[in-house]
């Protein structure tokens, strides 16, 4: 995808000088000997890690639903970080889907599934919570561990919050209004 879009922007700044008539060549710069190529990623192993995280995404969440949490990419570190609630049998099955790269397992307490569950039942309640006055910026879930509930006032409507959710494992903090970017 990366190599697609490279081409898709350079290829406007190699039009450009036909465009304009000149005929004079002029040699491409070459990179200096310490940078990648253009088309290479500024962290070495970085594509067989985002490869790796896909495949035991894909694999985990339908094999291990009640036990696969998560999977997060340490690329600076080399390595595929794959939460997990620990299952006889999974840690071997887990490694062997990513045999290519440097795997750490992660205890979690919690599922993605449940969580995802969880983090979309808050989410839903948006305008009942706004007719009580609570306002909620933001729903998410932090890997194997909670639900994450971002309020406008988390020391005044936290316990609200987590007394409606029983059962759901609730990380209430401070939210924030999101900031729309524009261009230009």
Known sequence: MHRRLTAL????????PAACGTTTAQAAPQPSPGSPAPE????????????????????????WPAAYAGVALDVP?????????PTAGMDAALRTLAPAVRVDLVD?????????????KVW???????QRGVTVHGVGTDFGRCVTVGLA???RD??????????????????YPS???TAG
């Open 9 to 16: 922007l350079a290829a406007p700044l190699l039009a450009a």
């Open 40 to 63: 290479q990623s500024y962290w070495p192993g970085q594509d067989a890690l985002m490869d790796a995280a896909a495949r035991v995404d894909e694999v985990a969440r339908g094999r």
């Open 77 to 85: 570190g080399g390595r595929l970080l794959i939460y997990r609630v």
């Open 108 to 120: 979690a307490v919690h599922p993605a599934a449940s969580l995802e569950k969880g983090a979309a």
């Open 124 to 130: 839903a309640d948006q305008a009942f919570w706004h």
């Open 153 to 155: 006032n988390p020391q």
């Open 158 to 175: 936290g316990a609200k919050v987590t007394a409606h959710y029983p059962g759901v494992p609730l990380c209430v903090e401070q939210g």
């Open 179 to 181: 900031d729309l970017l």
